[in-house]
């Protein structure tokens, strides 16, 4: 019997509506708050670990990159296309923009896609994505900024194409540059605080407490 292959459109609406679960937001509902009142309002593991404490962070950091790495490791295979990278990149966008902009929040902004970013690459090159990873985790260390780690983590992944051998004609390397723009521009407001010295550093006693800020300010 011949199989049934999925079509490539129910794929990307698959891994949109995967992207689009709001952890962040059913963490705060689970723990009683609105996380887009509190903190930064940006549903992103970041501000879940701000309010709510590094192991619910963890959690939701970690549902957050099973969201962009399930749709790019099973969904390719389930199509039976002869272009599974330029599937798994579509699928993995579709799966970032369901984070961004989550259809269960009616439209409302999610997270800043990172976390979603890391799991679609570790799903497609997971050398790449784990030494941006290690990137992530030794500037975090270094600086207690998550806006600088990310910003550097972006930066590190299409260089780590590059030093792992891929081919600037390489989709994923395409990708990558694509990610680290998108990066850039979810974090315009933070490289702003930044250069004003108002961005929230983790970690480093004195530092001021972020005030509440409504969800597009973060």
Do not use: C
Not at 37 to 59: E, M, Q
Not at 166 to 171: L, Q
Not at 187 to 208: V, Y
């Amino acid at each position: 019997m011949e199989s049934i292959h999925l079509p490539i459109a129910v794929a990307i609406v698959v891994a949109y509506v995967a992207g689009s679960i709001p952890s962040a937001y059913l963490a705060g509902k689970w723990h009683g708050v609105d996380l887009r009142k509190l903190g930064s309002g940006n549903l992103g593991a970041t501000n879940v670990v701000r309010v709510l404490g590094i192991r619910t962070g963890a959690i939701v950091f970690l549902v957050d990159s099973l969201k962009g790495f399930f749709p790019v490791f099973f969904l390719p295979a389930l199509t039976g296309t002869l272009h599974p990278e330029m599937v798994s990149l579509t699928v993995g966008a579709a799966a970032i923009l369901g984070h961004v902009r989550p259809v269960f929040l009616l439209g409302q902004k999610g997270g800043k896609g990172v976390a979603t970013a890391g799991g679609v690459f570790l799903g497609v090159a997971w050398v790449p994505a784990i030494i941006a990873f290690a990137v992530w985790i030794i500037v975090f260390a270094a600086s207690r900024y998550v806006s600088v780690a990310s910003l550097s983590a972006a930066v590190a992944l299409p260089l780590a194409f590059l030093a792992t051998g891929r081919p600037v004609s390489d989709p994923y390397f395409v990708a990558s540059i694509i990610v680290a723009i998108f990066v850039f521009f979810t974090h315009r407001a933070n490289i702003t605080r930044l250069r004003r010295g108002e961005e929230h550093r983790f970690g480093r006693r004195g530092d001021a407490a972020p005030e509440p800020q409504p969800p597009h300010a973060a």
